[in-house]
Nanobody, 117 residues
Framework: QVQLVESGGGLVQPGGSLRLSCAAS????????MGWYRQAPGKQRELVAV???????NYADSVKGRFTISRDYAKNTLYLRMNSLKPKDTAVYYC???????????WGQGTQVTVSS
């Protein structure tokens, strides 16, 4: 089992920045790729960014150039740096960890990000 705990969400003005963190614990040796997803009210959960165990990254078109995903193996923590935030970035952000050998997904509880003036 893997436990994921997100932090760093909050209320920010348009144009502002936030950094989300996701601390992983448990059977972390089993984790392959990790990523961030988000779900806005009334919408489906969507991929924001993903990072593989080899360090390759991929981003949703809507966040390219504004968000940066990174992974600190020493701290077992995943990050999402979000710059130039827009109201449409408002959502609950979820951390995801994909189990290496069978693709099973672990999820965190989510952290709310609200972009509003």
């Amino acid at each position: 089992q893997v436990q994921l705990v997100e932090s760093g969400g909050g209320l920010v003005q348009p144009g502002g920045s936030l950094r989300l963190s996701c601390a992983a614990s448990g059977s972390i040796f089993s984790i392959g790729s990790m990523g961030w997803y988000r779900q806005a009210p009334g919408k489906q959960r969507e991929l924001v960014a993903v990072i593989t165990s080899g360090g390759s990254t991929n981003y949703a078109d809507s966040v390219k150039g504004r968000f940066t995903i990174s992974r600190d193996y020493a701290k077992n923590t995943l990050y999402l740096r979000m710059n130039s935030l827009k109201p449409k970035d408002t959502a609950v952000y979820y951390c995801n960890a994909n189990r290496d050998w069978d693709g099973y997904d672990y999820w965190g509880q989510g952290t709310q990000v609200t972009v509003s003036s």
